[in-house]
């Protein structure tokens, strides 16, 4: 296979090591995280659980602008450099979440992805800033949207595409792209891990890079570096399986 023209990534578990929804939850965290894991495991359907989240939560707009901020400092290892040598190398990223955009947003800008390659669920408010509800149309608000989403941007979406993630959302997308890879540093999903091609058991995204080129060094030093540091990775991995 050629290098890849475009890598779509996940936001939550894979870009960021937090789950942005999760963290609004407050002391509903309980409650929201076992919603959220039933879901990233697919046992319960994305459209049963997210309004009903969201409606638990009523979260205002200073705190999904307070879940960006940590969105960005709590970035996986090397997700910056990664998102910045696959843009140096010409291949395209993009930002599939079911995450709500203004947060999503907030980490785009953060990692120099165009806002029109970011696909997450908008929110609404009131003139006060609390909650006013969301957007119900969203195919990221629903099981099978990611895939929706890759069908729509069509010939946009330059191939081979890889897509990046940890849930049972991200590995829907399957039928639509050339590589799906399991990105289990920060949270292991066992049918996740079963069903993709690939599996990046790193806490780093370093390993995308050398992927994402199908092993060819890229060009710039900073990136050829962060390239070895990822291929390593990939063997030492490999390793301790055959260990």
Known sequence: ???????????????????????????????????????????????????????????????VNAVGERYVAEMVPDAAGVVAALQGEGIDVR??????LPAVLTLA??????????????IFFNADGSYAGFDTA??????????????????????PVMMVGDGATDLETRPGVDLMVAFAGVVARPAV??????VVTSTSLAPILPLAL??????????????EQGAARLAAQSTERQS
Request: hydrophobic share 40%; net charge neutral; glycine share 10%.
């Open 1 to 63: 296979m050629p290098p890849f023209r475009s890598v779509i990534f996940d936001c939550d578990s894979t870009l960021t090591r937090i789950e942005g929804i999760d963290v609004l939850a407050g002391s509903l965290r309980e409650e929201s995280e076992r919603l959220t894991e039933q879901a990233m495991r697919g046992t319960l359907r994305l459209e049963e659980i997210y309004g009903r989240r969201l409606a638990l939560i009523a979260p205002t707009r200073d705190q």
């Open 95 to 100: 930002i599939l979440s079911g995450g709500l």
């Open 109 to 122: 800008r953060a990692l120099g992805v165009p806002e029109w390659l970011v696909g997450a669920v908008n």
């Open 138 to 159: 969203s195919p990221m608000a629903r099981s099978g949207g990611k895939l929706e989403m890759v069908t729509r941007w069509g010939p946009s979406l330059r191939r």
């Open 193 to 198: 891990v079963a069903g993709a091609d690939v």
């Open 214 to 227: 199908d092993h060819e060094v890229p060009r710039a030093g900073i990136a050829r570096a962060l390239y």
